[in-house]
Nanobody
């Protein structure tokens, strides 16, 4: 199986920055599309950013120009650099690996809390 472990969350002031990391381990049987999602209290889980094996990226309109997704295949780690953070960015952020082999091959991390507040 595949395990995804997020880290780097915490409390930051508006306008500040954080970098989230997602370390993958276990049986990686395909090169997945990696993504970051977030869920605020009372809201549905929403897409933040994705990156393909070839390096193509996609961002939610709400984070364009502020967030950057990247990865290091050697370290099996995906990153989310978050700049100019706003209070509305407060959420639990989840790492996702979609191997495109069916629902059984879509994996999630445990989540890391990001709180933007003064």
């Amino acid at each position: 199986q595949v395990q995804l472990v997020e880290s780097g969350g915490g409390l930051v002031q508006p306008g500040g920055s954080l970098r989230l990391s997602c370390a993958a381990s276990g049986s990686i049987i395909s090169m997945p599309v990696m993504g970051w999602y977030r869920q605020a209290p009372g809201n549905r889980r929403e897409l933040v950013a994705t990156i393909t094996n070839g390096g193509s990226t996609n961002y939610a309109d709400s984070v364009k120009g502020r967030f950057t997704i990247s990865k290091d295949n050697t370290k099996k780690t995906v990153y989310l650099q978050m700049n100019m953070l706003k209070s509305e960015d407060t959420a639990v952020y989840y790492c996702n690996a979609d191997m495109k082999l069916g629902p059984q091959y879509n994996f999630w991390g445990q989540g890391t809390q990001v709180t933007v507040s003064s």
